[in-house]
């Protein structure tokens, strides 16, 4: 279902009008007057991005002072106006060369107007990409040398580089030296039980290239992931470099990668953006291998003091290390004096978040470290709860390293001068809510 917008306005935070256009005539000139009343009035602003007014309804957004706001009057796909709003910014940001807020739209309204009008076309959604629309709208309002190096070079046809297979990527780009670097970006996220259990674990990671490559290019990746393997039946006795395969669960692609060659070989094929993209995204629920174990143990000795020890295991490889270690211990609010004893980093109390902050700056694979402190609290008069503590809270990064098991198999680059290219090859992960109940 599309979006069929009837309008879109880009407001200040007072409510002053920066930059409108009308798409349709289904909607009144008062619209604006009745997201101000009904809806920047009240306290539910921040709280949903879809209100319905009469016949109306408003899809909006705040991005940094700006509220983008989309007024349609039938049913409309929601997800599909709030993605072409974050591209549309994203769009306007590769113009301005800045950020978008309402500085930056009053000093280049009329390269937004021009933009808006190749962008949605009867409140239908258009191509938003900048590589194809920079090259046939040259204006860029805050870099003006922009359309100065241009001037002198035939305009491509738009068309063509909108629907053919390529439009991400313009012909003609000459680099001196080939590149391609790529990163495996994980993040993960556990819930762990005092006693050591898994109470829930996954890891969301993402792919993320750079490519400096001349001509047009065409890449193969190859993953040790369980059904690209299996559709490669020499391989199957052969062992991947990280000796298990793995299975990988809501994967996207950007718009570059081959699905059809994806579908029926298993293997991700594409001719990369010039520069920096992200290529593709995953989740992983099974195998999960965790970079850290953390062995709480607090014990509350009468109304006025605790004890608090803590163990962190690392379990990643001895030769690894993890970087920017961070530990936060909750601790009652009516804590009033804290002593310390830890084998490796600095640990302090703060107040501002009630927790006690152990931090390392460098953590080694295969290493332990401990935590021993004495909280003292102060005394009142209410009776004594059973409290429920918030769990323990990490943070790290730990390079070269992935807790999915995901490995790169192989990178090939073919391109018909047959250049060679230097390939590089990056792993980290990092924590995303790491959490251990004590």
């Known amino acids: 279902m599309p979006v069929a917008a009837s309008a879109i306005y880009f407001l200040n935070l007072r409510g002053d009008v920066l930059i409108n256009r009308l798409y349709r005539d289904d909607v009144g000139g008062n619209m ?12 539910e602003l921040g709280t949903c991005p879809v209100r319905q007014i009469g016949s109306c309804s408003f899809l909006y957004m705040r991005i940094s002072n700006v509220y983008v706001v989309i007024v349609v009057s039938s049913n409309a796909n929601v997800a599909c106006a709030f993605k072409f709003v974050v591209e549309a910014v994203t769009l306007f940001k590769s113009y301005f060369g800045g950020a978008f807020d309402e500085d930056g739209i009053r000093n280049n309204f009329v390269l937004i107007y021009e933009l808006l009008d190749e962008i949605m076309d009867f409140g239908y959604p258009q191509n938003l990409s900048p590589e194809i629309l920079k090259l046939y709208i040259t204006q860029e309002g805050v870099r003006s040398s922009f359309s100065s190096k241009h001037v002198d070079r035939p305009v491509p046809n738009a068309t063509l580089q909108v629907t053919g297979a390529v439009g991400w990527r313009r012909e003609g780009l000459v680099y001196k030296k080939n590149e391609v670097f790529l990163d495996i970006v994980e993040s993960v996220n556990l819930l762990m039980s005092s006693k050591g259990s898994v109470l829930r674990c996954d890891v969301t990671g993402k792919v993320l290239m750079k490519c400096f490559l001349s001509g047009m290019p065409d890449l193969k990746l190859g993953l040790n992931d369980k059904i690209g393997l299996e559709k490669e039946s020499q391989l199957k006795s052969r062992p991947t470099k990280s000796g298990k395969t793995i299975e990988l669960d809501d994967v996207t692609f950007h718009q570059c990668v081959n699905l059809t060659r994806f579908t029926s070989e298993k293997t991700v094929s594409f001719v990369p953006p010039d520069g920096e993209f992200e290529l593709m995204k995953y989740r992983i ?17 009468g109304r006025t003091r605790m004890e608090v020890n803590v163990k962190v295991k690392s379990v990643f490889g001895a030769k690894m290390f993890a970087l920017a270690v961070v530990i936060k211990i909750p601790v009652p609010k009516q804590t009033a004096k804290t002593n310390f ?32 402190a004495e909280v003292e609290l102060i005394s009142t008069m209410t009776e004594k709860k059973s409290l429920t503590r918030p769990p323990i809270q990490m943070e790290f990064q730990v390079p070269m390293f992935t807790a999915s098991g995901l490995r790169v198999r192989f990178l090939k680059v073919w391109e018909k001068s047959g250049y060679n290219t230097v390939e590089w090859v990056r792993y980290i992960t990092k924590a995303g809510s790491y959490e251990i109940r004590c």
């Not at 604006?32 to 306290?43: E, P």
């Not at 629920?285 to 000795?301: A, D």
């Not at 460098?362 to 332990?368: A, I, M, V, W």
């Open 341 to 372: 004893q830890v084998t490796s980093g600095r640990a302090k109390y703060n107040p501002a978040i009630d927790c006690l902050v152990w931090k390392i700056r460098k953590f080694p694979g295969q290493t332990e470290s401990t935590l021993s």
């Open 32 to 43: 604006v007057d009745a997201f101000r009343m009904h809806i920047m009035q009240s306290k």
């Open 285 to 301: 629920t099974e195998g999960v291998n965790l970079p850290f174990r953390v062995l709480p143990t607090i014990k509350e000795l």
